[in-house]
């Protein structure tokens, strides 16, 4: 089965310096990989996304996320924070044998401050 | 701008009530989903139409119901509403099924939601 782990739940930075959010994935095949971000009271919006052509993959607003496969991970990065970055942010996966299906991790919520 | 449109943005309605959260499209896509996201928690699919194919979750309660009348409208009728049932509701759509075979993904609407007195 395909899942992803997103290992903060809560990540905070200063405006201005570097964002990691990080994301291990666990599937039995070469996945799709989503970066999506949600604002407060907002629908989702996609990021990025993997599908197994270069494995770093350049995203709006700045945000980057590198495939590694050796590591299983997909980690979501921007140089620079910006107040606007503050959100929710989930990694997904596709599912295997639905791949209408999208499972997402539990979340990484992002501050930003002055 | 073409979009995915959830009508209303916020409902209440009571234990028990039967309550239907609107979701339409201007993108023509042949896919149509719906997620239930609580609080603090990640988005669940609960079921989706591809053109008029329903596709429901194993584990979707049958107390959730969805209707596709055509290519641009899907419902969500929740027959009898419990507390437990109180989240947010996303509508999504994409072009094609298949997305780990695309460059497609899910556009996603900007959720109904919904409260149980």
């Known amino acids: 089965a395909q899942s992803v782990t997103q290992l903060d739940s809560h990540v905070s930075v200063s405006e201005g310096t570097p964002v990691l959010l990080r994301c291990n994935y666990s599937?039995?095949?070469?996945?799709?990989l989503f970066w999506y971000v949600q604002h407060p009271n907002k629908g989702l919006q996609l990021l990025l996304k993997?599908?197994?052509?270069?494995?770093l993959v350049k995203g709006i607003n700045g945000f980057e996320a590198e495939f590694k496969k050796s590591e299983t991970s997909f980690h979501l990065t921007k140089p620079s924070a910006h107040m606007s970055d503050a959100a929710e942010y989930f990694c997904?996966?596709?599912?295997?044998?639905?791949?209408?299906?999208?499972?997402f991790g539990t979340g990484t919520r992002l501050q930003v401050f002055p | 701008d073409a979009m995915v449109i959830q009508n209303p943005r916020y409902q209440v309605t009571q234990f028990g009530k039967p309550v239907t959260l609107s979701c339409s499209q201007t993108?023509?896509?042949?896919?149509m989903y719906w997620y239930q996201q609580k609080s603090s928690q990640a988005p669940k699919l609960l079921f989706h139409?591809?053109?008029?194919?329903?596709?429901n979750e194993a584990d979707t309660p049958d107390n959730f119901q969805s209707r596709r009348p055509n290519t641009s409208f899907c419902f969500l009728d929740i027959r009898s509403p419990g507390l437990g049932d109180a989240a947010m509701y996303l509508c999504?759509?994409?072009?094609?099924?298949?997305?780990?075979?695309?460059?497609?993904?899910?556009?996603f609407g900007p959720g109904t939601r919904l409260t149980v007195l």
């Open positions: 999504a759509t994409s072009r094609v099924p298949g997305l780990a075979l695309s460059t497609d993904t899910q556009y």
């Open positions: 599937s039995s095949y070469s996945p799709s």
């Open positions: 993997y599908t197994s052509a270069a494995t």
């Open positions: 997904v996966v596709s599912a295997l044998y639905n791949t209408d299906k999208l499972i």
């Open positions: 993108l023509n896509h042949n896919v």
């Open positions: 139409y591809y053109d008029k194919d329903f596709n």
